[in-house]
């Protein structure tokens, strides 16, 4: 029943922005956190930042540390990954993911995910 759409991925060169966005759908949808992922090629994947729905607290990994900001919109059921001083190496499938209040941090519900690629 929960459906998770990521948005906002494309084509930037380094040093550029780009702001992802993740709209949650379900008569029911709650969940405690929501979550951004990625993955490269040959990777495996990798938390990249979660923010709680109850006080906005985040965690940000140390490769996004500085740069990204995840923030959300709890009216709207959407959380932002905010991406700044874009590198290539963040070239990745960003996947968005949402837990249960019942089982916080455990991602049961994923998107499709969006491309993001940074060129030199």
């Known amino acids: 029943q929960v459906q998770l759409q990521e948005s906002g991925g494309g084509l930037v060169q380094a040093g550029g922005s780009l702001r992802l966005s993740c709209a949650a759908s379900g008569r029911t949808f709650t969940s405690y956190s929501m979550g951004w992922f990625r993955q490269a090629p040959g990777k495996d994947r990798e938390f990249v930042a979660r923010?709680?729905?109850?006080?906005?607290?985040?965690t940000t990994a140390d490769s996004a540390k500085g740069r990204f900001a995840i923030t959300r919109d709890s009216a709207k059921n959407t959380v932002y990954l905010q991406m700044n001083s874009l590198k290539p190496e963040d070239t990745a499938v960003y996947y968005c993911?949402?837990?249960?209040?019942?089982?916080?941090?455990?991602?049961?519900?994923w998107g499709q995910g969006t491309q993001v690629t940074v060129s030199s």
């Open positions: 993911a949402a837990d249960h209040p019942l089982r916080p941090l455990n991602y049961a519900y």
């Open positions: 923010i709680n729905w109850s006080g906005g607290r985040t």
